[in-house]
């Protein structure tokens, strides 16, 4: 039973495309993020969600939005995807005391 | 402001002892994590660190000094399986987890 899952795995889409990247955990934990990866493997926080509030948002472009239907699922939304967005995105959960757990990761390129 | 700095790179022997060194600033303090991540996969757990200290976990350990904001993750009877990055991350106040830029540790026969 996976207990953070994101799909799709692999996503290749033009620039100025509107696409959504899903994550749902299974661990019952309070606090979610979504994570970028850029080519330099720079793990670098993008949102996070703590029983549906967001509690961070680092400096993105607001044409990333995060949506957060119940506490056990944060999805990532990007309008207008630009050349610069192609990344590795990861989701994470975790509880207050516990260390993240990362989802497989979703390799977005923008073509 | 929040910091996180440790080694590019580092190169060992099949069989050898590393340590991997991980300095790091942040705006409050909830614990030093360490993460293992394979090329093309999703990080994973490996350490954790809230007070000062080593932490034993088999062939890994991690040792944490707060006043000096300094930590290391100490690998053990190294096996080529452990070539791979390993990522430091602090936690601060918003449950939030910083991570450095990461180490990608070469393991040579």
């Known amino acids: 039973d996976t207990a953070v899952s994101q799909t799709p795995k692999y996503l290749v889409t033009q620039m100025g495309n509107d696409k959504s990247i899903k994550c749902e955990q299974n661990l019952g934990h309070d606090t979610m993020y979504w994570y970028k990866q850029d080519s330099k493997k720079f793990l670098k926080i993008m949102f996070s969600?703590?029983?549906?509030?967001?509690?961070i948002n680092e400096t993105v472009p607001n044409r990333f939005s995060p949506k957060s239907p119940d506490k056990a699922h944060l999805n990532l939304h990007i309008n207008s995807l630009e050349l610069g967005d192609s990344a590795v995105y990861f989701c994470?959960?975790?509880?207050?005391?516990?260390?993240?757990?990362f989802g497989q990761g979703t390799r977005l390129t923008v073509v | 402001g929040q910091n996180i700095d440790q080694p590019t790179e580092m190169t060992a022997t099949e069989g050898a002892i590393v340590q991997i060194n991980c300095t790091y600033q942040t705006s409050g303090f909830n614990g030093l994590f360490w993460y293992q991540q394979h090329a093309g996969e999703a990080p994973t757990f490996l350490s954790y660190?809230?007070?000062?200290g080593l932490e034993e976990k088999g062939r890994f350990s991690s040792f944490l000094s707060r006043s000096k904001g300094y930590s290391y993750l100490l690998l053990k009877e190294l096996q080529m399986k452990d070539s791979a990055s390993y990522l430091c991350?602090?936690?601060?106040?918003?449950?939030?987890?910083?991570f450095g830029p990461g180490t990608r540790l070469s393991v040579l026969p």
């Open positions: 660190n809230v007070l000062d």
């Open positions: 994470a959960s975790s509880q207050v005391t516990t260390e993240a757990f």
């Open positions: 969600y703590n029983n549906k509030e967001l509690i």
């Open positions: 991350a602090a936690r601060g106040y918003g449950q939030n987890f910083v």
